[in-house]
């Protein structure tokens, strides 16, 4: 976006990130601010000169936490916004990686010739994400020194920091802008379980235990979930087994016998999948039993205990839904209260907040956007405008929804509308696809030849 000139180039820059971004990967009632530091600030990292003109920190370059982070930017043509993305959810047994979301054609869009800073971190661990520590702790210190770092290069301040993350970066996005309206001045956050993680939780526990149900007698030495699922206990799961267990799994999919089975798995916990692609029957079911193997055991070590209970849960759907009930596995609850709440949005907006999201999403399903906006208050619902896609799959979201919703983002933030290069969108019909999504939302974008 330019003044006329500039604010095209600073449009554009915001855009391409995000489009590049998101189409690959309890709080309290007032805003937490991040304290006062009153030792010494670290010296700031040193950037190497790339190849393309940007600048960007060395590879290795660490966060006070350990956290893994990186900030790239052309200081000939910075135009003072800050984009900031965080990775989504991560394999609990994995190290922490910096999101691989930028490729060279990105980089050279975004950077070379758009003006926008971009920042990024690993966060300190991986799994399910801590609040505190992670949004409140390596977030806030990546912002702090990319703004540092940028006005120590350039000479000038930070105008617009744009939060941005998909999945679980995009609850994380939600929780920043959020807590940290003094911090962020937006976000737009992709296919996060914004509206109540312990539904959350409960999708993703109740397809497992329904699952195993129907598919416990049929898949050999199928692991059947049990109220002790900690390392020692009779009901333990080695996350490791996930391999072997996602073979049999598949291969009891692809068995036309088991059709009804998973007919009924589907219509009882009510996951999508697309009429059109009988593939995304298996793809949804390993999608969402993924979750069960990997990310229980980190769910259970951070919440203190099992987070998920269905004592008193009647499942309906099935051919046999007394014979359901009195043979699916049972669980009580016994996870810490106070740390469940952490994971929870408080649904109190004080900046804009675009959000965007699939109607056929297998992973985190659609209603987290309806339940979210419901926990709005009125003034907190005017600053949120949410894209609803009509797509099955887990954030997938083309360069032009993505491009459109930052677009409304941009002009909620700034006041501006962007002038989107023809080169971005070289396709005539995304082209249109960008610009008619964009003017239904409110904004006003334009693209140039």
Not at 38 to 56: F, I, T
Not at 147 to 157: D, E, I, N, Q, V
Not at 228 to 239: E, K, V
Request: charged content about 20%.
């Amino acid at each position: 976006m330019k003044r006329a000139a500039k604010r095209s180039g600073h449009a554009l820059a915001c855009a391409g990130a995000v489009v590049l971004i998101l189409a690959l990967g309890g709080c309290s009632d007032g805003p937490v601010q991040p304290r006062v530091r009153e030792q010494a600030k670290p010296a700031l990292p040193p950037v190497v000169l790339q190849a393309n003109g940007q600048s960007c920190t060395a590879p290795d370059a660490k966060l006070s936490s350990g956290a893994l982070f990186k900030i790239c930017f052309d200081p000939n043509h910075w135009n003072r916004d800050l984009v900031v993305f965080i990775p989504g959810y991560h394999d609990p047994a994995s190290a922490p990686t910096l999101p691989e979301d930028l490729s060279p054609t990105a980089s050279a869009v975004l950077f070379s010739g758009l003006g926008y800073a971009y920042a990024t971190t690993s966060f300190r661990a991986t799994g399910l994400i801590e609040r505190n520590t992670w949004i409140g702790g390596d977030l806030l210190e990546l912002v702090e020194t990319a703004k540092a770092l940028l006005s120590s290069t350039t000479g000038r301040t930070t105008r617009y920091v744009y939060q941005t993350g998909g999945s679980q970066g995009g609850l994380g996005t939600v929780m920043a802008v959020e807590q940290y309206p003094n911090i962020f001045s937006g976000g737009l956050a992709g296919c996060g379980p914004i509206g109540d993680y312990g539904r959350q939780i409960q999708y993703v526990a109740d397809f497992r235990a329904v699952f195993d149900h129907f598919f416990a007698g049929v898949i050999p030495a199928w692991p059947v979930w049990k109220q002790d699922l900690s390392a020692g206990d009779p009901g333990y799961i080695d996350p490791n087994s996930w391999g072997a267990a996602e073979s049999s799994a598949g291969a009891a999919l692809d068995d036309p016998a088991n059709a009804d089975r998973i007919r009924q798995v589907l219509s009882v916990t009510h996951a999508p999948t697309d009429p059109a692609d009988p593939a995304t029957v298996k793809g949804t079911t390993l999608g969402i039993l993924w979750y069960s193997f990997r990310g229980t055991n980190d769910a259970m070590a951070k919440n203190g205990g099992m987070p998920f209970g269905n004592v008193d849960r009647r499942y309906i759907g099935s051919d046999e839904d007394d014979a359901l009930n009195a043979d699916v596995a049972r669980f009580q609850p016994t996870a810490d209260p106070a740390r469940l709440a952490t994971l929870q949005t408080s649904a109190r907006l004080r900046r804009p907040l675009v959000t965007i999201h699939t109607t056929g999403d297998p992973i985190v399903p659609i209603w987290h956007e309806a339940l979210y906006r419901r926990r709005l208050n009125l003034r907190s619902r005017l600053l949120n405008t949410a894209f609803t896609i009509n797509r099955y799959g887990h954030c997938k979201f083309t360069d032009a929804e993505v491009l459109a919703a930052f677009a409304v983002l941009v002009l909620e933030v700034s006041g501006q509308n962007l002038l989107v290069s023809r080169s971005l969108l070289p396709q005539p019909e995304a082209q249109r696809e960008f610009l008619g999504l964009a003017q239904r939302h409110g904004a006003r974008p334009s693209v140039s030849p």
